[in-house]
């Protein structure tokens, strides 16, 4: 069964839902100059690459799984 859903969508999804957990659940607040909707630099990055790696390994599972082309 082929889903017409984009890698893009499937990046996008778990980016958002990363961040949102990385916000409220690193436990480092320090006050930065740095600071994007009351999230620091650090949080953000860490957050965006554990997004990466859990969307790419999804892609890769959906795509071995052929559930996505």
């Known amino acids: 069964m082929l ?3 984009s890698t893009n969508i499937i990046f996008i999804v778990v980016n958002t839902i990363c961040v949102i ?3 409220y659940s690193v436990q480092n607040k ?3 100059s740095y600071s994007i ?3 620091n630099l650090a949080e953000l990055l860490a957050s965006m690459s554990l997004g990466h790696i859990i969307s790419s390994a999804t892609v890769l599972g959906l795509k071995s ?3 996505i082309q």
């Open 3 to 5: 889903i017409a859903v």
């Open 21 to 23: 957990l990385g916000k």
């Open 30 to 32: 320090k006050n930065e």
């Open 37 to 39: 909707a009351n999230i």
């Open 65 to 67: 799984l052929n559930l």
